[in-house]
């Protein structure tokens, strides 16, 4: 079994366990290996890189983590950081439900 897979595994156990959002296991459980092959397929909007920083930008989750959405590319998406903000508020209203 690969890291990647005991972690995707320790994440869904733990999803399953909490029955609940924890925005705290959420950060603890993301993978470095899927952002830098996010971003190596999506190039930075503002630098045109396909590593490195992004300025103005974060990757982020489409279905958030800590409401069960997978670490995956495909729920990745570059996002403005002041968008970021707005949606991690709908995201803990919507989540801690």
Same mark, same amino acid.
């Given at each position: 079994?690969?890291? *990647?897979? +005991?972690?995707? =595994?320790?994440?869904?156990?733990?999803?399953? $366990? =909490? %029955?609940?959002? &924890?925005?705290?296991? $959420?950060?603890?459980?993301? &993978? *470095?290996?899927?952002? *830098?092959?996010?971003?190596?397929?999506?190039?930075?909007? &503002?630098? %045109?890189? *396909?590593?490195? #920083?992004?300025? %103005?930008?974060?990757?982020?989750?489409?279905?958030?983590? #800590?409401? /069960? /959405?997978?670490?995956?590319? &495909?729920? =990745?998406?570059?996002?403005?950081?002041? $968008? #970021? +903000?707005?949606?991690?508020?709908?995201?803990?209203?919507?989540?801690? +439900?």
């Amino acid at each position: 079994m690969t890291s *990647r897979m +005991k972690d995707l =595994l320790l994440v869904l156990t733990l999803t399953l $366990a =909490l %029955g609940h959002c &924890s925005h705290v296991d $959420a950060k603890t459980h993301r &993978s *470095r290996e899927v952002t *830098r092959e996010f971003q190596r397929l999506h190039p930075c909007p &503002s630098t %045109g890189k *396909r590593t490195g #920083a992004c300025p %103005g930008y974060i990757k982020d989750h489409v279905k958030p983590l #800590a409401c /069960g /959405g997978p670490d995956s590319v &495909s729920n =990745l998406q570059w996002q403005t950081k002041r $968008a #970021a +903000k707005e949606k991690d508020k709908w995201e803990r209203k919507s989540c801690s +439900k």
